[in-house]
């Protein structure tokens, strides 16, 4: 069961990635397309950052807070 939320764990950070990278292409467009200046996206870019960060951190702590129930006799 550890190694299931293991795996589990992992493809939930790869789709935290991969929300990631949509909302970064999408930043890429508006400013290709001039919606919004440099410093307005390097600081949307920066919160990107943060909130995945965050939102990874948690899975982590989830998974450590299973493996641990999992693993109690």
């Known amino acids: 069961y550890v190694k299931l939320a293991r795996h589990k764990a992992e493809e939930a950070r790869v789709a935290i990635r991969n929300v990631r990278r949509h909302a970064k292409d999408e930043l890429d467009r508006i400013?290709?397309?001039g919606e919004a200046g440099e410093d307005e996206v390097v600081r949307a870019?920066?919160?990107l950052e943060q909130i995945t960060k965050r939102h990874i951190e948690a899975v982590d702590h989830l998974l450590a807070g299973k493996e641990s129930e999992l693993l109690e006799v």
Do not use: H, L, S
Request: net charge negative; charged share 85%.
């Open 31 to 33: 400013v290709r397309d």
């Open 45 to 47: 870019e920066k919160e």
